[in-house]
C-alpha cells in the first residue's frame, strides 16, 4: 500500500500542535524528528538512554512526516495545514519556516522503522515502558512494566511530556483512586495510574484511532477490566453520567483524580468540566502545556476554582498540579 507523505521543516516548541493538526487533517500516522545534537538536555536521573543517531536538524528545529491515504484531496489538505500554522503565531508559537513537501512511499518504509529507536525506558522511580517488541527484564520488586505499542496513536512516553505527567501520577496517585485520563491517545497514561495503583480509569478520546490503541494496549497489560475507553469528550461523559452506570463508565463519579496531556489551548477549554468531574479535594495533572502557556493555564484553573499545588518541568514543557478546594 502506497501513502503521501508530507514533510514540514518547524521548530521543536511547534511539533505537538502540527502534529494535532495533521491527525485532524486524516493522517494515518504522524512521525516527528527532532535535533539530535549532543548540546540538548536530556532526563537521564532513571537511567534513560537516548539511541537514536544524531542527525543535521538544527538544535530547537523538528522535521514532522504525516502519512494520508492515497486518492486523499493533497492540495487542501496543504493548504488546510498552512491556515493552523499560521495562525500559531497569533498564539506566539513560532512555528519557523514550516516549509512543506510531498513524496509517495510504500506502507513498509515508515510503518515499522521508527520502532528500532523504540527501547525499553525507565521514565520514572517505578515505572518503566517496554515496547511489545523488545525484551525486557524488571532491575527490582517495585518496578512496573508499562507494555505498548502505539500504532497510529499518540504516546510511546519518550516525548517530555508523557514522561513528565507519568512521573507527576507517581507522586499523587496514592492507591485506590478512580482516574479520568483526558485525551488518553495510546492509553499510556491510564496504564500508567493504574500499575501506580488506581482502582479504575476511565480514559477518554475523541480520536477513534487513539480508542483501538488504547483499548489494545490495555488488553497487553491485562487491565481490560480495570480500564474503559471511551470515544468523546469530557462534557459528554459528564452529560450522560446520570444515566450511565458506574460500570458503564468504569468510574464512580466524582473521581478523585484526573489527568489530560493534551495542548495548553485545549486545557484552558474544559477547566469548569474537569472542575466538575472531582470530588473536593481531588487533583487535576494538566500536562503538555509549552513554557509559555504556563501562566495562561494557572490563571485559567485558578479562575475555575483550582489551587495550583505543584509544577514540574522537563525540558520546555510543564505539568501543573492542581486541586479542587472544598
Known amino acids: 500500500m502506497f501513502w503521501h507523505e508530507l514533510t514540514i521543516h518547524t521548530t521543536e516548541e511547534a511539533t505537538e500542535m502540527i502534529s494535532n493538526f495533521l491527525h485532524e487533517a486524516g493522517a494515518g500516522g504522524v512521525s516527528i524528528e527532532e535535533s539530535g545534537t549532543l548540546n540538548k538536555e536530556r532526563d537521564t536521573s532513571y537511567g534513560q538512554w537516548y539511541e537514536k543517531p544524531l ?10 512526516q504525516g502519512y494520508f491515504y492515497d486518492g486523499m484531496d493533497l ?19 513560532d512555528p519557523g519556516e514550516a516549509a ?10 515508515w510503518a515499522n522503522a521508527w520502532k528500532q529507536y523504540f527501547k525499553p525506558m525507565r521514565v520514572s522511580e517505578r515505572l518503566t515502558i517496554k515496547p511489545t517488541w523488545e525484551q525486557y527484564e524488571p532491575e527490582t520488586e517495585q518496578e512496573q512494566i508499562i507494555e505498548i ?33 483526558v485525551g ?8 500508567g495510574a493504574m500499575k501506580l495503583g488506581a482502582k479504575q480509569v476511565l480514559a477518554i478520546d475523541l480520536d477513534p484511532i487513539a480508542v483501538t490503541s488504547a483499548n489494545a494496549n490495555a488488553l497487553l497489560n491485562d487491565l481490560t477490566s480495570k480500564i474503559t475507553v471511551r470515544e468523546g469528550d469530557l462534557l459528554q461523559v459528564l452529560k450522560t ?14 473521581v478523585q483524580v484526573v489527568v489530560a496531556n493534551i495542548l495548553a489551548e485545549i486545557i ?14 481531588g487533583i487535576y ?12 493555564v494557572t490563571n485559567t484553573l485558578v479562575k475555575s476554582g483550582f489551587a495550583i499545588q505543584e509544577k514540574h518541568h522537563d525540558e520546555d514543557w510543564c505539568a501543573i498540579v492542581a486541586r479542587k478546594d472544598g
Open 100 to 109: 512543506m513537501s510531498w513524496k509517495t512511499v510504500h506502507e513498509d518504509d
Open 55 to 64: 542527525n543535521d536538524i538544527p538544535e530547537g528545529q523538528a522535521v514532522i
Open 75 to 93: 492540495a487542501a489538505i496543504e493548504k488546510e495545514i498552512k491556515e493552523r500554522i499560521e495562525e500559531l503565531r497569533t498564539y506566539n508559537i
Open 149 to 181: 505499542d502505539p500504532g497510529m496513536a499518540f504516546g510511546t512516553g519518550t516525548h517530555p511530556t508523557t514522561s513528565l505527567c507519568l512521573r507527576t501520577l507517581e507522586m499523587v496517585i496514592k492507591g485506590g483512586e478512580d482516574v479520568i485520563d
Open 285 to 296: 495533572i494538566a500536562s503538555g502545556i509549552y513554557k509559555d502557556k504556563i501562566d495562561l
Open 268 to 281: 484552558v477549554l474544559f477547566p469548569d468540566d474537569v472542575y466538575e468531574a472531582l470530588a473536593p479535594g
Open 184 to 191: 488518553t491517545g495510546s492509553g499510556i497514561l491510564a496504564i
Open 241 to 254: 453520567s446520570e444515566s450511565a452506570s458506574a460500570d458503564a463508565l468504569g468510574v464512580q463519579l466524582p
